[in-house]
C-alpha cells in the first residue's frame, strides 16, 4: 500500500496552518503547543527541535515521547471521517490532532479540549 503524501510532509510545513487556524479565531499559539505537547509527550524544547529538524509527520508521531493514552477519547468527524474509525495508526494521529485544532478553533476550552 502507498503511503499517504502527508506522511513525507514536513510537520513544520503545517504547523503554521494549525497556529494561523487558532490566530484567526482569538486563539493562541501557546495553546496550539500546549495540545501538541499534551498529544505526544514533547516538550516545548522537543517541538522546537522537531519543527527545526523539519521532521516529516511519520517520523513526528513514531518518535513522539509518550502519545497521551486519552487522545483515544477523541471523537467525532475530521475531513468527513469518523476519527475513531481511521484504521492506519499515523494517520489517526494527524488526525486526532487535526480534530483538536479545530475544537480550539471553534471555542472549546482547553480543559475540554485536553480530555481533563
Keep these: 500500500m502507498a503511503k499517504h503524501k502527508i506522511y513525507t510532509m514536513s510537520f513544520a510545513s503545517v504547523y ?4 494561523s487556524k487558532a490566530d484567526r ?4 499559539k501557546a495553546e496550539v503547543d500546549e495540545i501538541i505537547c499534551w498529544l505526544t509527550g514533547y516538550n516545548q524544547e522537543q517541538l522546537e527541535e522537531q519543527l527545526e529538524n523539519q521532521t516529516d509527520f511519520e517520523t513526528f508521531f513514531a518518535e513522539a515521547p509518550l502519545l497521551n493514552p486519552s487522545r483515544t477519547l ?4 475530521i475531513c ?3 476519527v475513531e474509525d481511521i484504521e492506519e495508526p499515523t494517520m489517526r494521529e494527524i488526525r486526532y490532532l487535526d480534530k483538536l485544532i ?4 471553534k471555542g472549546k ?8
Design 102 to 105: 479545530d475544537e480550539l478553533a
Design 25 to 28: 479565531k482569538g486563539r493562541s
Design 74 to 77: 477523541i471523537k467525532g468527524v
Design 16 to 19: 503554521p496552518h494549525y497556529i
Design 80 to 82: 468527513g471521517v469518523r
Design 109 to 116: 476550552l482547553m480543559e475540554k479540549i485536553l480530555r481533563k
